[in-house]
């Protein structure tokens, strides 16, 4: 099928104007766009703006967790907080993966990450305070993610949506997770149910944002859902998930910090209360709490590895054409 | 379980358990997003080693966040900081060669550890040679990799005399372990172009003391990390 699809969409002869009407009948057929399939420059222009980004979000977004693997408060929890952080070093593995098949580079994309040229998503810049924040983060932060990746399982370009199969499932263990221990602390000494109450109302708004500016206000919405790269638009995602999270904190004996959440009967959804998109321009201008300290942890992780690539590449270099004799 | 039981149980135990903690310090700082795969992959191993150890002697927990550095029985190697990547793959060398073959003796036996020896010994196999891999890079590398390798090599050869005293009731011969570990080292070495340390491989105050609890300074700091949040809620469950 794939084959077939990749020769009807790309022709020997014929112009970019016969290749364009291939392309959106694939794409109003449910077809996948595959690497080697013929698509608009600004098509793969946006995935690649996409994908890249949503790898750095995978690679910073270990920070924030990582700062309390040395402080997990039981050796159980430390086991699952290790595995979530080594998880999401391959998600970024999947996706870095998926771009390249765009016709870029890891290094390439690295780069513009760390000169800040493209970005990750504005939840990774806030502080992890306290351990319920790693709770916090699982349930709303891994959450929040489900619900806007979810449907990217069934994104136009084949390769991210086949990543994205794989990263939803992993996201929703470490989501679980993320409750279990939420509901450890809130059923544990009053002193813990304060930490996991605290980390929720931190955390509440921010995870809000993650789903992007409002309609009426994203620059590529339209666009990336003509092209079926985006499937339902931010406000409706950001809906879904909070219909999702209200009776979730009801049963963990949480509030959410918000007077103005309540149902509302008519729509079928809850109402909730106006997001401060002050807070989250200044957050993507590089203004929030910890813009600074991630990019310049990352960067410099990157500049204390060069030695060590260098000498990968060295050694390889010394040895190619030796079969795997040693092995 | 008894003391004779306990002793080596709670040995090997804190061994994986400290230098699982050092390798989680790696997190969110390796050289290359493939090693802070493989760095966290291994850290899990020896904590999912340390737990079945330590589950074997008590409470997993009491024992991981209660007890003091005195009372702590790891070798000094694996509480070494990890310096830059150089010192933690020569630690990583060091250790997982003789963690490979110790299980593998055990495996071999019929003792009280056998059984957590057979499974373990399939993840050590991984780490060495994931340790001897990069070994040869770094050694074999570039004229710098080469000089940081040689370095951390030589900086904690005086730790891995520890490694073969007597750990009582263990039921292992030390002799024949250290030898075939000397030779596994040295060849590895010698296919990195790295000479083999000429220092002592214990210190004037004898660097083996760490399975009585005497440990070196960074240790402390270390646990007072490790164990702050767990101490500061007492009885609490996690």
């Known amino acids: 099928m794939a084959t077939v699809a990749a020769e009807r969409r790309t022709p020997e002869s014929g112009d970019d104007g016969d290749r364009q009407r291939l392309f959106d009948a694939a794409v109003a057929a449910d077809d996948r766009i595959e690497p080697r399939d013929w698509m608009p420059d600004a098509y793969r222009a946006t995935l690649v703006r996409q994908i890249a980004q949503h790898a750095h979000s995978e690679i910073i977004g270990m920070q924030p967790e990582a700062n309390w693997i040395t402080r997990a408060p039981s050796l159980r929890r430390k086991a699952i907080l290790m595995a979530k952080v080594q998880d999401e070093a391959g998600h970024g593995l999947y996706l870095y993966s998926a771009a390249e098949t765009l016709g870029t580079s890891r290094d390439e994309l690295l780069d513009k990450l760390h000169t800040g040229r493209q970005k990750y998503s504005s939840i990774f810049n806030y502080p992890t305070l306290t351990w319920a924040d790693v709770g916090a983060i699982g349930w709303l932060v891994d959450g929040a993610a489900i619900t806007n990746q979810v449907p990217l399982c069934r994104c136009s370009y084949g390769p991210y949506a086949r990543a994205m199969v794989r990263v939803c499932k992993e996201e929703s263990f470490h989501q679980r997770q993320g409750y279990e221990l939420l509901l450890a602390l809130s059923n544990g000494t009053s002193e813990q149910h304060a930490m996991a109450q605290d980390a929720v109302d931190r955390w509440w708004w921010p995870s809000l944002m993650m789903f992007g500016p409002p309609d009426d206000e994203s620059a590529h919405s339209a666009q990336s859902m003509a092209w079926k790269i985006k499937r339902h638009s931010n406000d409706d995602l950001r809906r879904r998930f909070v219909d999702i999270c209200v009776p979730q904190a009801e049963s963990l004996g949480l509030t959410l910090p918000d007077p103005d959440l309540r149902w509302n009967e008519e729509r079928g959804h809850h109402d909730f209360g106006p997001i401060d998109w002050t807070e989250f321009k200044e957050v993507l201008k590089g203004n929030g709490p910890c813009n600074e300290q991630r990019i310049t942890q990352r960067r410099q992780a990157h500049e204390d590895g060069a030695w060590v690539r260098e000498a990968a590449a060295a050694h390889a270099a010394k040895h190619t054409g030796e079969t795997g004799a040693r092995a | ?238």
């Open chain 2, 1 to 238: 379980m008894t003391p004779t039981r306990t002793a080596p149980a709670l040995a090997l135990g804190d061994d994986a358990l400290i230098l699982s903690h050092r390798l989680g310090e790696w997190m969110g700082h390796a050289p290359v997003l493939e090693e802070e795969l493989a760095l966290a992959n291994i850290a899990l191993d020896l904590l999912g080693q340390a737990r079945v150890l330590l589950s074997l002697v008590g409470d997993e927990d009491e024992l991981a966040y209660l007890r003091e550095e005195r009372a702590f029985c790891n070798v000094q190697l694996v509480e070494q900081p990890n310096g830059d990547f150089a010192h933690t793959i020569a630690r990583q060398l060091y250790f997982s060669t003789y963690q490979h073959l110790l299980y593998g003796e055990l495996a071999r036996g019929e003792g009280e550890f056998s059984g957590l020896a057979a499974k373990a010994v399939k993840e050590t196999a991984y780490h060495r040679d994931h340790a001897e891999q990069w070994t040869l890079r770094l050694g074999d590398g570039t004229d710098e990799s080469h000089a940081r390798m040689r370095t951390a090599c030589e900086a904690l050869w005086r730790f891995t005399g520890e490694l073969f005293e007597p750990v009582e009731g263990l039921g292992v011969d030390p002799g024949p372990l250290e030898s075939a570990w000397r030779t596994s080292v040295e060849e590895v070495l010698g296919r990195a172009g790295l000479p083999v340390p000429e220092g002592p491989r214990t210190g004037a105050w004898r660097a083996g003391a760490g399975r009585q609890g005497l440990h070196t300074e960074s240790f402390g700091r270390m646990l007072a990390e490790m164990q702050h949040l767990h101490r500061s809620h007492p009885g609490a469950s996690w």
